[in-house]
């Protein structure tokens, strides 16, 4: 909601519009209504990043036509423009039930519950994707995000640990072991490397956006960088992220493989910081060097793209 009453205030001041708080708070109320159920609570996936930009530039644009056809009345709270709002919201009520469909979601949990991901080519075409589609802000099930532990390949490992703790393990590379356990420090993209690389900039805003993001990002939430940098639609950061996130399947997948560490297969709580995952779910220390090994690998990757982005925003200033 913030982000639609952001990108609402943006865009219509580079239309020229700076009265512009009636539509921010259409966008941000209807934003609102448009995941919520009966307006008490969020029950969908609220991480429709591109559907709430296309709604939002929509909207905003049709305000501005709108104002351009009755200049003669500037007056913004005036009935014409408050028609205006009832409209954009009794849009946004009727799109509601297509935009909270979880048919996507389900779809690609169900592929991800396949047995082809627990081969090296399967965590790998994860580990790519996986970027690509957080990038154009769709909305991705939980197997890709933050919990792994339902696929049946990691419920099946517990099962067999549980009943010999010395039993071979079935599936020792899977998406739990390896993609969520090496490819999501910080979050999708192993972005906990750019709050620790912004830490070190010159300029004290970058500073300021890698001490505020820098503490939930070990919690693997990276919000605030997702709009703070950006992230979202921007192509000189897709290609780190990609390139972290499959680094880290690499490593994580040869680790294990070559039996250099033990894959982790007891479920920790959610949000608990992945970077202790390898740890937590093995039990074992030497899993961490391996972790650090990928902290290390994905900032070489993000630090020239850091510094590009740096001198962009130098020379536009």
Not at 3 to 32: C, D, E, H, S, V
Not at 217 to 242: A, H
């Amino acid at each position: 909601m913030i982000f639609a009453a952001a990108l609402t205030n943006n865009y219509l001041i580079y239309r020229g519009i700076k009265n512009n708080i009636l539509p921010i708070l259409t966008n941000f109320l209807a934003t609102y209504l448009l995941f919520t159920v009966n307006t008490q609570n969020f029950s969908h996936n609220v991480s429709q990043y591109l559907v709430v930009t296309v709604l939002t530039l929509l909207s905003s644009e049709a305000y501005y036509q709108y104002q351009r056809l009755f200049r003669k009345n500037l007056q913004p709270y005036s009935a014409r423009f408050l028609i205006w709002s009832a409209f954009i919201l009794t849009l946004y009520f009727l799109v509601q039930p297509y935009v909270q469909q979880t048919t996507l979601q389900l779809l690609i949990s169900n592929i991800l519950s396949s047995n082809f991901f627990t081969t090296f080519v399967g965590l790998l075409l994860v580990g790519a994707c996986a970027p690509v589609l957080y990038w154009l802000g769709i909305a991705l099930p939980n197997e890709l995000t933050s919990n792994q532990t339902t696929i049946n390949a990691v419920v099946k490992n517990l099962d067999v640990i549980l009943k010999n703790t010395h039993a071979t393990l079935p599936y020792p590379e899977n998406l739990y072991s390896v993609y969520g356990t090496f490819s999501l420090l910080g979050g999708i993209g192993n972005t906990l490397a750019i709050s620790f690389l912004l830490l070190f900039m010159s300029s004290k805003r970058k500073q300021n956006l890698g001490l505020l993001s820098i503490f939930p990002s070990l919690f693997n939430n990276n919000q605030l960088l997702y709009f703070g940098l950006p992230l979202f639609l921007r192509p000189l950061m897709l290609v780190p992220m990609i390139l972290s996130s499959i680094a880290g399947t690499l490593v994580g997948y040869v680790a294990i493989a070559t039996h250099l560490i033990k894959p982790a297969v007891l479920v920790i709580p959610n949000n608990a910081p992945n970077l202790l995952t390898a740890f937590l779910g093995s039990g074992k220390l030497s899993s961490l060097i391996v972790v650090a090994i990928v902290f290390g690998l994905t900032i070489l990757i993000y630090k020239p793209f850091i510094e590009l982005d740096n001198a962009e925003v130098q020379n536009e200033k």
